[in-house]
């Protein structure tokens, strides 16, 4: 199953100068929670802003490059029908597209879910999430987020699935 987790602030923003425009801990803590154990498949540029290999994750990379690009355990996939194939591969497993812009587009036909984080503020950036037709998705959870000193925003989290999907229909707990 292919899901879509990322999160935006007003405008679409979800980057800039390669890294998130925001500090919102919070958010982090729900990236972790929901992509520990399984999959995360990242471009190349957001897998250089994560720094390493996420921990206790399969981390699959999209580049161009050679595989002996990347550190040791990372799989890498050379274009999107690859990323497909590797999806019918894994048809069963939670595979959670982690961006960036460039993936969001390109496997936008292809997703089953949508783990989105709506960050309700305003913040300087170069990158921006991809039209989304969200008449082709029922929303399936909603979390509101907790404003505090931390998190010093209104934020909130939300999950759709692609409507008539025949994938079981996730749940997940954010706090
Ligand atoms: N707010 C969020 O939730 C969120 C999530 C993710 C990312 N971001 C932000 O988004 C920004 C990065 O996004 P981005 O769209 O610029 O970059 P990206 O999608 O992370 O990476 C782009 C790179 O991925 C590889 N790639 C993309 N499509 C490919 C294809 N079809 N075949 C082979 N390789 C392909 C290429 O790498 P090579 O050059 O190595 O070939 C390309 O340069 C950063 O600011 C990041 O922090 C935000």
Redesign the pocket.
Known sequence: MLIFL???SEGGV???H???PWHLPADMHFFKTQTTGHTVI?????FA?FKRPLPNRQNVV????PASAFPAGVTVL???TAVRQYAAEHAAEKLFV??????FS?LAADVDQLYRTQIHATFPGD?VMPAIDYTQFERIGHQPGVRDERNPYDYEFDQFQRKGSTEAAGSSDAQ
């Open positions: 990322w999160a935006e979800i980057g800039y390669g890294h998130l990242a471009g190349a540029k957001t802003s999209v580049s161009h490059r050379n274009s999107l982690v961006g960036g812009a460039t993936l390109g990158t």
